[in-house]
């Protein structure tokens, strides 16, 4: 039970403020809290919020937040909301941003302080969370507890100027992830009539969302980390200034671009063909080389060929975005990928960071563990990295039944050729 009143009140703050200062556990907090005579309802709810302070520190450079984990989960952290922060428009900097369902606050807090912003949601807990946040970050925000699709209805005409930033939930209760990425609350189609109320806007999607589905006229950004692809995010109207654009943008943990790639919409990459849609829709009951993988997801991105110089992972950002193949063949023509539905890319040339980790291939196998250690013996192979990809196994239980002994180190992957499962040996090049 999250109680924003028990949180905030001067005493509670006190007491966690003292209790990480004095750095006790879990079993001494609980301890003094009973002492304290909390009820055990009242320490369940502060332990759960002391137990996400960390997490609250490292997503927003400030652990003076106030959320449950749920909204955590679910809210933009600062370094993707510092680098969304570029996209309001500066010609309407007095114009009124509306952040739908604002949960805990988080993309508000980086939008530019000229904006008046509003926060919406149905949800009184997380009104009095956004309220809490945004004065932690010093901002100045309104709070309006209705439902979205009505107040979008009732606000046209009545500001100057109005946009819109929303994040439909997504899960069902606080740890369960939504199987089905369609099943949001509003609906992508509700929130397109939503926008219809607006002069622009920008709607975060998980980064699977079925790119088929998102309107025509819109741009799309996929947003993340070196490691990561966070959100699928769509702008709307005046705030898409290339409409029909793919984007794929990496960010780093000041919210600064670190690199970009784009290209014009091809819905022809959205839509899978029926062979290979079947092929996906039987795929948990295959086996071997019949068993076709998602991490790439469709046969437009490149071609299948041999294994050659190099193989490359490409960033998360251009996996979901589908333009790792554009990408890679504007490095090298000839790159490919060795197996359908598996993004590892093969090329005469490395591919460059930070779109691509990329790798020498030394020499690759049949996955047995008598040809992949005499490969191992052959390169004097002793510290290994195992990268799965299409294979599916323990990677440390693998090291260990292989045993290697020698002065090297280097990358095994066991992935797949033409659906067959290979072993390869990599090094990064020089």
Known sequence: MFSASLLTSAKVQEFIRDAFKRKLDALQVSTALSKAGYSSEDRATIMNYMALVPKIQEKFGSGNLLCDKLALEQSTAQDIGRWKANLWPSEYGSATVHDLCCGMGGDSFFIPDSFKVIGVDLDENRLAMYRYNIAAFKKNAETHCADVRELAQNSNGKEMVVFFTIDPARRAQEGENQRDLRNLAPSLEEVIEISRHYQGGMVKLPPGYPPAEIPDGTEILYLGGHSDCRECLVLFGTLAKHPDTVRAVMVDKAGNALAQWSRSRDRSQETLDDEFQEKLDRNDSLEGKDRTYRTATSRNDLPIGEIVKFISEPAPVLIRSHLFGSAAQAQDPESH????????VASN????????????????????????RAML???????????????????????????????????????RKAGEKIALLGKKPV
């Open 337 to 344: 990928l060795i197996s359908e539905g598996i993004a590892y």
């Open 349 to 372: 040339e490395p591919l460059p960071a930070p779109g691509f980790t990329c790798y020498q291939v030394m020499a690759h196998s049949e996955i047995s563990t008598g040809s992949v």
């Open 377 to 415: 013996k052959e390169h004097d192979i002793g510290k290994l990295t195992l990268k799965l990809r299409g294979v599916h196994l323990d990677p440390d239980a693998e090291i260990k039944r292989l045993k290697p002994k020698g002065k090297n180190s280097a990358i095994l992957f066991y992935t």
